[in-house]
């Protein structure tokens, strides 16, 4: 069985620039959450699915970060406009239930110049 | 609000003695704990976690860890280090779930590095 899968694994943009990166979670799993590591710091949460709804986006940092799930299948998260601070690695995992173990995938490191 | 801290940023570890990863977790409710590790270029990978019942968790690779709940502990441990074990190893925890709240906490993990 695949695991969880991200896309890019690396993306280097200018601030200003927007970014979309894309997760594919493990199949059949119902829950996707999107978390990221910045400068080395603890990783915090940004937001839950539900399929396809927004369960709890309470981690999102601003309006310039937009996360979309249509269809309830892969999931995208959108930075406009990127800014310096945006830098880090984002991280995003799936699980079957709310309430189950949450697997993670490799991240998609995010440089910000 | 729920908390994790992890107050080592390293340990060393010379390889085949015991190692020890500290936590401690601050939760409102009964928590579920977690431990994670990320190896050099790899994503975070699932080592164990505890739920409920008995205080000692075994998991993957021969770790265990004791969910201590006086001192809000959850040490990961391991009786014989090896210099494989060498990665970045994160606590998390989660407030047992009301409603669909399900998000994990984090510490800021802890580099363990062993040797020969």
């Known amino acids: 069985e695949a695991g969880v899968t991200q896309f890019p694994s690396h993306s280097v943009i200018e601030k200003g620039q927007t970014v979309t990166l894309r997760c594919d979670p493990i199949s059949g799993h119902d829950n996707l959450y999107w978390y990221r590591r910045v400068m080395g710091k603890e990783i915090k949460f940004l937001l839950h699915f539900v399929k396809e709804s927004k369960q709890d986006e309470s981690g999102m940092p601003n309006n310039r970060f937009l996360a979309e799930r249509t269809g309830g299948t892969y999931s995208t998260l959108k930075v406009q406009p990127a800014e310096l601070e945006d830098s880090g690695v984002y991280f995003c995992?799936?699980?079957?239930?709310?309430?189950?173990?949450?697997?993670f995938g490799p991240g998609t490191r995010l440089t910000v110049l | 609000a729920q908390s994790v801290a992890q107050p080592e940023d390293q340990v060393n570890v010379a390889e085949g003695n015991p190692l020890t990863v500290k936590c401690t977790y601050s939760v409102s409710g009964n928590p579920y704990l977690f431990w994670y590790v990320q190896y050099p270029n790899r994503g975070l990978q699932f080592l164990l976690k505890?739920?409920?019942?008995?205080?000692l968790v075994k998991g993957s690779y021969g770790f265990e860890a004791e969910f201590n709940k006086s001192q809000t502990s959850f040490h990961l441990k391991k009786p014989s280090a090896l210099v494989s074990d060498s990665a970045l190893y994160f606590c998390a925890v989660r407030d047992e779930i009301t409603g669909t709240a399900s998000k994990l906490t984090f510490g800021t993990g802890t580099r363990l590095q062993v040797t020969l």
């Open positions: 995992a799936s699980s079957q239930a709310a309430s189950s173990t949450q697997y």
């Open positions: 505890y739920i409920t019942g008995d205080n």
